[in-house]
T-cell receptor, first 111, second 116 residues
Framework: KQEVTQIPAALSVPEGENLVLNCSFT??????LQWFRQDPGKGLTSLLL?????REQTSGRLNASLDKSSGRSTLYIAASQPGDSATYLC??????????FGKGTSLLVTP | DAGVIQSPRHEVTEMGQEVTLRCKPI?????LFWYRQTMMRGLELLIY????????DSGMPEDRFSAKMPNASFSTLKIQPSEPRDSAVYFC??????????????FGSGTRLTVV
Protein backbone atom coordinates (compact mmCIF):
# COMPACT_ATOMS: atom_id res chain seq x y z
CA LYS A 1 0.00 0.00 0.00
CA GLN A 2 1.32 3.40 -0.97
CA GLU A 3 2.28 5.51 2.05
CA VAL A 4 2.64 9.27 1.68
CA THR A 5 4.48 11.34 4.28
CA GLN A 6 4.78 15.10 4.49
CA ILE A 7 7.37 17.04 6.44
CA PRO A 8 7.11 19.35 8.28
CA ALA A 9 3.62 19.02 9.72
CA ALA A 10 3.53 22.74 10.41
CA LEU A 11 5.62 25.71 9.35
CA SER A 12 5.58 29.39 10.26
CA VAL A 13 7.62 31.90 8.26
CA PRO A 14 7.74 35.68 7.92
CA GLU A 15 6.41 37.21 4.75
CA GLY A 16 8.88 37.28 1.86
CA GLU A 17 10.74 34.10 2.72
CA ASN A 18 11.25 31.29 0.25
CA LEU A 19 10.22 27.90 1.61
CA VAL A 20 10.19 24.21 0.75
CA LEU A 21 7.58 21.62 1.64
CA ASN A 22 8.49 17.96 1.41
CA CYS A 23 6.55 14.89 0.36
CA SER A 24 7.78 11.29 0.25
CA PHE A 25 6.08 8.16 -1.01
CA THR A 26 6.95 4.49 -0.62
CA UNK A 27 6.09 3.08 -4.06
CA UNK A 28 8.04 4.79 -6.83
CA UNK A 29 5.87 3.27 -9.58
CA UNK A 30 3.56 6.25 -9.77
CA UNK A 31 1.82 7.76 -12.79
CA UNK A 32 1.94 11.26 -11.41
CA LEU A 33 1.81 13.35 -8.27
CA GLN A 34 -0.36 16.30 -7.35
CA TRP A 35 -0.09 19.13 -4.87
CA PHE A 36 -3.27 20.58 -3.39
CA ARG A 37 -4.05 23.55 -1.22
CA GLN A 38 -6.75 23.49 1.45
CA ASP A 39 -7.96 26.63 3.19
CA PRO A 40 -9.64 26.26 6.60
CA GLY A 41 -13.17 24.91 6.25
CA LYS A 42 -12.83 24.59 2.50
CA GLY A 43 -12.29 21.89 -0.07
CA LEU A 44 -9.10 21.07 -1.93
CA THR A 45 -7.77 23.14 -4.79
CA SER A 46 -5.31 21.62 -7.23
CA LEU A 47 -2.05 23.55 -7.49
CA LEU A 48 0.32 21.50 -9.61
CA LEU A 49 0.24 18.14 -11.34
CA UNK A 50 3.53 16.44 -12.25
CA UNK A 51 3.46 13.56 -14.69
CA UNK A 52 5.83 10.67 -14.04
CA UNK A 53 7.91 11.63 -17.07
CA UNK A 54 8.44 15.15 -15.77
CA ARG A 55 10.86 16.39 -13.18
CA GLU A 56 9.15 19.64 -12.30
CA GLN A 57 6.20 21.92 -12.88
CA THR A 58 5.90 25.65 -12.29
CA SER A 59 2.96 27.93 -11.72
CA GLY A 60 3.70 31.50 -10.75
CA ARG A 61 5.62 31.50 -7.49
CA LEU A 62 5.16 27.75 -7.06
CA ASN A 63 7.53 25.09 -8.30
CA ALA A 64 7.07 21.39 -7.69
CA SER A 65 9.75 18.81 -8.36
CA LEU A 66 9.52 15.04 -8.59
CA ASP A 67 12.22 12.42 -8.07
CA LYS A 68 10.58 9.06 -8.59
CA SER A 69 13.69 7.01 -7.89
CA SER A 70 14.03 8.42 -4.41
CA GLY A 71 10.28 8.64 -3.80
CA ARG A 72 10.29 12.37 -3.14
CA SER A 73 8.62 15.57 -4.24
CA THR A 74 9.12 19.11 -3.07
CA LEU A 75 6.93 22.19 -3.34
CA TYR A 76 8.90 25.41 -3.45
CA ILE A 77 7.11 28.66 -2.69
CA ALA A 78 9.00 31.82 -3.58
CA ALA A 79 8.54 35.15 -1.84
CA SER A 80 5.81 33.88 0.47
CA GLN A 81 2.78 36.06 1.23
CA PRO A 82 0.19 35.95 4.03
CA GLY A 83 -2.33 34.77 1.44
CA ASP A 84 -0.27 31.60 1.03
CA SER A 85 -1.30 30.51 4.54
CA ALA A 86 -3.13 27.21 4.16
CA THR A 87 -2.57 23.48 4.39
CA TYR A 88 -0.68 21.93 1.50
CA LEU A 89 -1.29 18.29 0.64
CA CYS A 90 0.47 16.02 -1.78
CA UNK A 91 -1.24 13.01 -3.30
CA UNK A 92 -0.33 10.09 -5.52
CA UNK A 93 -2.72 7.67 -7.21
CA UNK A 94 -2.82 4.09 -6.05
CA UNK A 95 -3.00 1.17 -8.44
CA UNK A 96 -6.50 2.19 -9.41
CA UNK A 97 -8.14 5.55 -9.65
CA UNK A 98 -8.09 6.82 -6.08
CA UNK A 99 -5.62 9.12 -4.36
CA UNK A 100 -3.39 8.51 -1.37
CA PHE A 101 -2.81 11.70 0.58
CA GLY A 102 -0.20 12.84 3.00
CA LYS A 103 -1.47 14.49 6.17
CA GLY A 104 -0.37 17.87 4.92
CA THR A 105 1.83 20.75 5.96
CA SER A 106 0.06 23.61 7.69
CA LEU A 107 1.72 26.85 6.57
CA LEU A 108 1.42 30.20 8.30
CA VAL A 109 2.99 33.25 6.68
CA THR A 110 3.12 36.18 9.06
CA PRO A 111 3.11 39.82 7.89
CA ASP B 1 -19.30 24.26 -14.91
CA ALA B 2 -20.41 24.46 -11.29
CA GLY B 3 -17.87 21.90 -10.17
CA VAL B 4 -18.59 19.04 -7.79
CA ILE B 5 -21.60 19.93 -5.69
CA GLN B 6 -22.13 18.50 -2.23
CA SER B 7 -25.03 18.90 0.14
CA PRO B 8 -25.58 19.69 2.88
CA ARG B 9 -22.55 21.83 3.76
CA HIS B 10 -23.07 21.21 7.46
CA GLU B 11 -25.00 18.53 9.28
CA VAL B 12 -25.52 18.16 13.00
CA THR B 13 -27.36 15.07 14.11
CA GLU B 14 -27.94 13.01 17.19
CA MET B 15 -26.31 9.67 17.72
CA GLY B 16 -28.39 6.87 16.25
CA GLN B 17 -29.96 8.96 13.51
CA GLU B 18 -29.59 8.27 9.81
CA VAL B 19 -27.47 10.70 7.83
CA THR B 20 -27.44 11.04 4.04
CA LEU B 21 -24.78 13.01 2.21
CA ARG B 22 -25.24 13.93 -1.43
CA CYS B 23 -22.93 14.59 -4.34
CA LYS B 24 -23.32 15.73 -7.92
CA PRO B 25 -20.15 15.13 -9.95
CA ILE B 26 -18.91 17.17 -12.88
CA UNK B 27 -20.74 16.30 -16.05
CA UNK B 28 -18.71 13.93 -18.18
CA UNK B 29 -16.60 12.64 -15.32
CA UNK B 30 -17.04 8.91 -15.00
CA UNK B 31 -15.29 8.31 -11.68
CA LEU B 32 -16.62 9.45 -8.32
CA PHE B 33 -14.89 9.23 -4.96
CA TRP B 34 -15.95 9.64 -1.34
CA TYR B 35 -13.25 10.68 1.14
CA ARG B 36 -13.36 11.38 4.85
CA GLN B 37 -11.05 13.87 6.57
CA THR B 38 -10.23 13.91 10.26
CA MET B 39 -7.45 15.55 12.22
CA MET B 40 -6.08 12.21 13.35
CA ARG B 41 -6.16 10.27 10.11
CA GLY B 42 -6.12 12.93 7.43
CA LEU B 43 -7.91 12.22 4.14
CA GLU B 44 -9.00 8.63 3.66
CA LEU B 45 -10.73 7.07 0.70
CA LEU B 46 -14.02 5.44 1.61
CA ILE B 47 -15.28 4.21 -1.75
CA TYR B 48 -15.08 4.97 -5.43
CA UNK B 49 -17.27 4.34 -8.43
CA UNK B 50 -16.38 4.02 -12.07
CA UNK B 51 -19.21 4.33 -14.56
CA UNK B 52 -21.66 4.17 -11.63
CA UNK B 53 -20.29 0.82 -10.45
CA UNK B 54 -18.58 0.54 -7.04
CA UNK B 55 -14.99 -0.50 -7.67
CA UNK B 56 -13.35 -0.38 -4.27
CA ASP B 57 -15.24 -0.05 -0.99
CA SER B 58 -12.48 -1.38 1.23
CA GLY B 59 -12.25 1.99 2.98
CA MET B 60 -15.84 1.94 4.19
CA PRO B 61 -15.45 1.68 7.98
CA GLU B 62 -18.26 -0.74 8.71
CA ASP B 63 -21.69 -1.88 7.72
CA ARG B 64 -23.23 1.31 9.04
CA PHE B 65 -21.84 3.05 5.96
CA SER B 66 -23.31 2.57 2.51
CA ALA B 67 -22.94 4.41 -0.79
CA LYS B 68 -24.92 4.39 -3.99
CA MET B 69 -24.62 5.90 -7.44
CA PRO B 70 -27.94 5.37 -9.19
CA ASN B 71 -26.88 7.42 -12.23
CA ALA B 72 -23.95 9.36 -13.60
CA SER B 73 -25.01 12.62 -12.01
CA PHE B 74 -25.78 11.66 -8.42
CA SER B 75 -24.32 9.74 -5.50
CA THR B 76 -25.22 9.32 -1.84
CA LEU B 77 -23.27 8.28 1.23
CA LYS B 78 -25.47 7.06 4.05
CA ILE B 79 -24.60 6.40 7.67
CA GLN B 80 -27.14 4.44 9.70
CA PRO B 81 -27.02 4.58 12.65
CA SER B 82 -24.61 7.47 13.12
CA GLU B 83 -22.11 7.60 15.99
CA PRO B 84 -20.04 10.45 17.44
CA ARG B 85 -16.86 8.94 15.97
CA ASP B 86 -18.31 9.50 12.50
CA SER B 87 -17.88 13.25 12.99
CA ALA B 88 -15.61 14.43 10.18
CA VAL B 89 -15.61 16.32 6.91
CA TYR B 90 -16.77 14.16 4.03
CA PHE B 91 -15.55 15.08 0.56
CA CYS B 92 -16.78 13.96 -2.80
CA UNK B 93 -14.52 14.17 -5.85
CA UNK B 94 -14.88 13.27 -9.50
CA UNK B 95 -12.45 12.70 -12.34
CA UNK B 96 -12.16 11.57 -15.91
CA UNK B 97 -11.41 8.10 -14.64
CA UNK B 98 -8.33 7.10 -16.57
CA UNK B 99 -6.13 4.94 -14.40
CA UNK B 100 -3.65 7.00 -12.46
CA UNK B 101 -4.65 10.12 -14.37
CA UNK B 102 -5.06 13.00 -11.98
CA UNK B 103 -6.08 15.50 -14.60
CA UNK B 104 -9.53 16.81 -13.93
CA UNK B 105 -9.58 15.47 -10.38
CA UNK B 106 -11.93 17.91 -8.69
CA PHE B 107 -13.14 18.05 -5.11
CA GLY B 108 -16.39 19.35 -3.74
CA SER B 109 -16.47 21.75 -0.79
CA GLY B 110 -17.27 18.96 1.64
CA THR B 111 -19.94 18.21 4.23
CA ARG B 112 -18.99 18.82 7.83
CA LEU B 113 -20.79 16.19 9.90
CA THR B 114 -21.14 16.46 13.64
CA VAL B 115 -22.79 13.63 15.55
CA VAL B 116 -23.69 14.51 19.13
Amino acid sequence: KQEVTQIPAALSVPEGENLVLNCSFTDSAIYNLQWFRQDPGKGLTSLLLIQSSQREQTSGRLNASLDKSSGRSTLYIAASQPGDSATYLCAVPNSGYALNFGKGTSLLVTP
Amino acid sequence: DAGVIQSPRHEVTEMGQEVTLRCKPISGHNSLFWYRQTMMRGLELLIYFNNNVPIDDSGMPEDRFSAKMPNASFSTLKIQPSEPRDSAVYFCASSTGRTGDLRGYTFGSGTRLTVV
